[in-house]
């Protein structure tokens, strides 16, 4: 396993088609061969460009948002710039690309600042749209994108409550749309097959799983001070979306460092870290009505921090998930760790480092950013930070494994790609909300309880911590007048 060092190795990893459940999506329309969607993109910077690159060269884009137009204006010169370098390639998908982004120069999308705006004007002509904005607008965007009949792709987290989570899991099923959550590392052909090696005993019975992340929370004590100048270009009212109103400050745009508006680590990485484990060991069994004979299971959740911090997120935290018997799963501790949580360090570097390899170089390399050990009675997966590559320790046990591509569980176009064929009629891509939801209610779970000082019983099918009615407040926010799910 090669630690992960850029996009282009990640997008390497992520091999080519998607699940077994059919979408039967009740706004698909019939699609003529090469005929490409309509799509619109709801946040245009930061991981949105990611968007803005790659989505042109597979449908069409007709319609931008962002509530500072300043990005749709990069988006544009991203496209010239595009079409200028690409254009006498000397491979042909290049120059394709170059044609693709010099007609969107030539006929650029509309614009707007407001998706609201945009969902209106484009009812009944948009396929689908692309939310790619900060974390708390996920939820909004999406659902409202959902209710006119249009397929969504969210990037992660999903969003940044419980609550919503849940709301979109209901809205997907109600409006019957194609959706998917951008964890990429779900597409990876290594990700695909370690899920396999996990259900088909190879490790032994699982009973733990630690996942971690080096970077750490903000930990701010108070909200910005001073009123700098807003740009002109920025609508600061459209960028609070659903927030408390509030002075624009720059420093409030650094969402990850507010529980307003962010998730940190939990949602912008253990999305990607824990996303293995959370689907190869079944745990979205938990979020599923049981037999009427049979007693609800309770999750248990745990933790403990640099401090207590409702405004901010501590600077180290370890959160414990304790995770009753599903399926043909026994019961399993999800742990994790983000930032310098003290003896975490020794305790992973254990876990991962290979005794048949002297100073074992890929332990020292995990131990830098971010990955996930999952650990069974006869053996360790030990997977990098999107799970798109993985190895298993003892290596001396395991050397006869394959661990490139999947034997028995389907092939992935590639994860935006999986949701396009679902948007056509073709099949759930793997990551969609009525997956994501559950994947992402449970870390978000974590962020309650960073913010309480004791251990939590949550009702995964009621949507409910039994045991503190303050921790229950917590799993939904109030949203501004407009701006309601």
């Not at 037999?291 to 921090?305: E, F, G, N, V, Y």
């Not at 100073?359 to 390399?365: C, H, I, M, S, T």
């Amino acid at each position: 396993m090669n630690a992960i060092s850029n996009r282009r190795e990640f997008l390497a990893a992520a091999g080519a088609v998607g699940w077994v459940i059919l979408s039967n999506s009740k706004s698909a329309r019939s699609y003529q061969a090469n005929e490409r969607l309509n799509l619109g993109l709801i946040g245009c910077g930061g991981r949105g460009t990611w968007f803005v690159d790659t989505l042109p060269r597979m449908e069409n884009i007709v319609a931008l948002c962002d509530v500072d137009t300043e990005k749709m204006s990069a988006a544009q010169r991203r496209w010239q710039q595009g079409a200028d370098r690409l254009a006498h390639s000397t491979h042909d998908w290049e120059r394709r690309a170059a044609e693709r982004y010099r007609r969107l120069t030539e006929q650029p999308p509309e614009q707007y600042q407001d998706f609201r705006k945009m969902l209106d004007a484009w009812q009944g002509r948009l396929d689908g749209v692309v939310v790619s904005t900060p974390d708390h607008t996920h939820a909004v965007a999406s659902a409202a994108a959902i209710r006119a009949g249009m397929h969504v792709f969210c990037e992660k987290p999903l969003t940044r409550t419980v609550h919503e989570s849940r709301a979109l899991r209901e809205l997907a099923r109600k409006y019957r749309v194609a959706t998917c959550m951008g964890n990429q590392g779900t597409a990876a052909g290594p990700f695909r097959r370690a899920l396999e090696l996990i259900r088909n005993g190879t490790i032994g019975e699982i009973r733990e799983v630690h996942v971690w992340n080096t970077g750490h929370g903000a930990d701010r004590q108070q909200g910005p001070a001073g009123q700098p100048p807003k740009p002109e270009t920025l609508d600061w009212d459209l960028w609070l979306g659903p927030a408390a109103d509030r002075p624009y400050h720059p420093d409030w745009m650094r969402r990850n460092q507010w529980r307003d508006f962010g998730t940190c680590q939990l949602g912008n990485w253990a999305s990607h870290t824990a996303n293995l484990a959370f689907m190869a060991l079944k745990v979205q069994q938990l979020w599923l009505e049981p037999a009427q004979d049979a007693q609800r299971p309770l999750l248990r959740i745990s933790a403990d921090s640099s401090g207590i911090n409702q405004l901010s997120f501590p600077r180290w935290e370890h959160v414990q998930w304790e995770i009753p018997a599903r399926a043909e799963f026994p019961p399993i501790v999800f742990q994790w760790y983000k930032g310098p949580v003290p003896q975490a360090h020794e305790k992973i570097e254990a876990l991962i480092t290979d005794p048949g390899i002297p100073g074992d170089p890929e332990a020292v390399e995990g131990l830098k950013f971010a990955g996930a050990a999952i650990v069974g009675t006869q053996g360790i997966i030990h997977s990098t930070g999107h799970n798109a590559t993985f190895r298993l320790i003892p290596a001396a046990d395991f050397q006869d494994i394959d661990r490139r591509r999947p034997q028995q569980v389907d092939p992935s176009r590639g994860h935006e790609q999986d949701w396009l064929l679902a948007c056509r009629g073709g099949p759930s891509p793997w990551s969609d909300f009525d997956y994501a939801s559950a994947l992402n209610e449970l870390l978000m779970l974590g962020n309650i309880a960073t913010q309480v000082d004791q251990t939590l019983e949550y009702d995964p099918v009621a949507m409910r911590i039994t045991n503190s009615a303050d921790a229950d407040a917590l799993l939904s926010c109030e949203y501004r007048s407009g701006w309601e799910l």
